[in-house]
């Protein structure tokens, strides 16, 4: 396994981004990752009456702090100083976006320890939220709207919502962001008070089932594959182990993400057991990295 991994060249490639995660860390007390909302699954035909709908961006996860721009595992992002100059002193969340089928680029530019500035210049911090606003999402949605005004930057926009009416026009809406190169839709409940967690508060809307699991093995690749990547086994949050063994490029077959990495796949259901049925590999989990742990305290 060790000459695989050394064939496969991981520890020069991957190994080493998330090295560069970790070495942005060192910044202060406190640290952490911000109390974020989590989507729960929509279920089809669920009345979504009551709930905004926007477009499931296909970005990175952004919390500004007041001072910071952080991903949602913690960790600081090295954007330029004239990327967030101005922005208030209270929490924002968005994606971090570039636009539609763009997220590798977007995840190269944002997390590069030095800002690369023209790419920054191709990213939009897309708002949905304000974390600390005290009201049902109704009203945050109508203060985020007068803050980015505020802002008046040309980079931060707030994501169009709309009202849900009826499941058809869920599903139509879905059908029509999927055909234009879409992810899916996100739904927030309007009466619902901002809370940290996975919730019916927020729900997601896909045309595939997907979900998020720690690498714990590389298994070699045997036929055409033999000295690649065969297969990643991971491990979910609860601590349901399997294998992922579709959906790799030649690239990743080559540099497949390091143990501890987070991963995203997709899946058709779940077994009785609650193993994924015909999982496959979809892409890293970017901001899923394990925050860095706070530092000591000063003499």
Known sequence: MVELGRRMGWRRGWAALLGGWLALAGAGPGWGAPPVSLAKVYEEGRDPTGYWVSEKLDGVRGYWDGSRLLTRAGNPLAAPPWFTAGWPGEPMEGELWVGRGRFEETVAIVRAQTPDDQGWRRVRFMLF???AHPGPFTERLAALRAVAARIEQPWVQVVPQVPATSAQDLRTRLGQVVRAGGEGLMLHR??????AGRSDDLLKYKPYLDGEARVVA???GQGRHAGRLGALQVETEDGRRFRLG??????VRRDPPPLGAWVTYRYKALSAKGIPRFASYWRVRVDREAPPPP????P
């Open 218 to 220: 590389h298994l070699p």
């Open 295 to 298: 530092a000591p305290p000063q």
């Open 246 to 251: 579709s959906g790799f490029s030649d690239q």
């Open 190 to 195: 309007g009466d619902a008070l901002y809370r």
């Open 129 to 131: 939220d304000l974390p």
